[in-house]
């Protein structure tokens, strides 16, 4: 076991090394390339690295994750320090009086949350209002100074509101909650053939823009069939993101047999022989009760 050492003086070495990864001269020319864009896919998969070893319960791994989740916070307030706009103090600092601001009936003086109210302390229902209140006042405040820099007065409270609610989503999720308030609010189709008309229309778009070669339309034209996907899935009552998971569990399942049977060699093989591996897989999981072997995309397919 590694000897105590202060979390203080831990996070201070710590930052210590992420700045020296960032040396202009001594530094990892891998670190030294990296900006706040070119690391969003990182964050997002060790976010995703740490839900998996949270759901697990391996406290090994659970560690190992939140330290890598750690590093793109120092990494992020590391390239911005650099840049002369905010350090990792500012970043503490911010959550810090965020947290006490946010927690009247913890920091408040006693009998006093801050805004009137008294005995909320262990009433999670009262405390829940109570953060939302204040969030509120927070986004209200924010809005005052916006208009009072010249900002245009914005007249679409509901697409702002999702507009914060979807932020650092992933799409897919994104994509759901987006689409269930917009037909809370009346923006829907009158019946489930005009959602598989609009399905029909976005994949004709998609082909027509495959074929053109522009990636750039091409990709904007993916994005609307997935919303549109994620649209039937509401529809139906069904769960994307559990669906599309469930998708990946079953084809790494049956993926993996396949790879097995050739003794991890796959280079080479013709489709036919792979199909039938493919086949062959599929018929194996449902037979030990296995339930949907998964995707019927054989091996030229995903």
Known sequence: MAPEVPPQQAMAELAAVVARLRDPEH???WD?????????????EEAHELADA????DDAHLREELGDLLLQVLLHSQIASEEGRFDLADVALG?????????????????????????????????RR?????????????SGDAAASGDPERRSPLSDALGRKVRGQPALAAAMTISRKAAAAGFEWDDMAGVWGKVREEMAELEEAVSSGDRAHAES????VLFTLVNVARWCGLNPEEGLAGTNRRFLDR???????????????SLQELEGLWQQAKQAIRSEGGGTAGPDTGAGGS
């Open 27 to 29: 530094g990892c020319p």
């Open 32 to 44: 030294l390339k990296q900006t706040h864009a070119s690391l969003v896919p990182y964050a997002l």
């Open 54 to 57: 949270i759901r697990h319960g």
């Open 95 to 127: 959550l810090r009086d965020k947290l006490v601001r946010r927690h009247p009936h913890v920091f408040a003086p006693a009998g006093d949350d801050g805004a009137g109210n008294r005995g909320h302390r262990g009433d999670a229902e009262a405390v």
């Open 130 to 142: 109570s953060w939302e209140a204040i969030k509120a006042a927070e986004r209200q405040a924010a």
């Open 221 to 224: 034209e993916l994005g609307d």
């Open 255 to 269: 993926f993996s047999r396949v790879e097995a049977a050739l003794a991890g060699d796959l280079q080479g093989r």
